[in-house]
């Protein structure tokens, strides 16, 4: 996609089990990546420090791009409905949860990053993945994470 000339997606769709992040344009899917997860991925996000990913609809609120990864997307975890559930598990629901790159300062060599979860919780992709996607998805667009 080249720089501001690609149409924006309609949505960002994550397929946890499949580990894959797919962009979509007018009910098509244009893209596809792989995708690393937290180190316990199955299931909803429940609370601080259980290293899930979030299940459900969000939005791409917000950008970094001077992170201490490759870039960053954050997805607007926790909603109402997290914090509340959170709440009365008398837990905090945890957040910063976010599609990113690999780490600007890797402790492992890049296949670790590219073949297995390494995440607490977030959606990691390739350096080159997330420059496509940092193009791709305008700030608050919807992104739908399944199981």
């Known amino acids: ?27 098509k ?10 180190d316990a991925p199955a299931g909803h996000k ?29 997805v607007s975890y926790p909603n109402a409905d997290d914090v509340a559930a959170a709440e009365t598990r008398g837990e905090a629901p945890g957040g ?6 690999e780490p600007n ?10 073949s297995q979860d390494w995440t607490d919780g977030c959606i990691a992709v390739t350096n080159e993945a997330m420059d496509e996607i940092w193009l791709a998805v305008r700030d608050n667009t919807p992104i739908h994470i399944h199981p």
């Open 46 to 74: 429940q609370r601080e420090g259980d290293e899930r990913t979030p299940e459900g609809t969000y939005l791409l609120d917000w950008r970094n791009a001077e992170s201490q990864y490759y870039k960053s997307i954050h």
């Open 1 to 27: 996609m080249a720089e501001g000339r690609a149409a924006p997606v309609d949505y960002v769709l994550v397929e946890k089990t499949a580990r894959k992040l797919v962009l979509i344009r007018s009910g």
């Open 29 to 38: 899917r244009v893209r596809e990546y792989r995708i690393a997860l937290g």
């Open 96 to 101: 910063m949860i976010m599609i990113h790159g």
């Open 105 to 114: 300062e890797p402790r492992y060599p890049r296949w670790y990053y590219q």
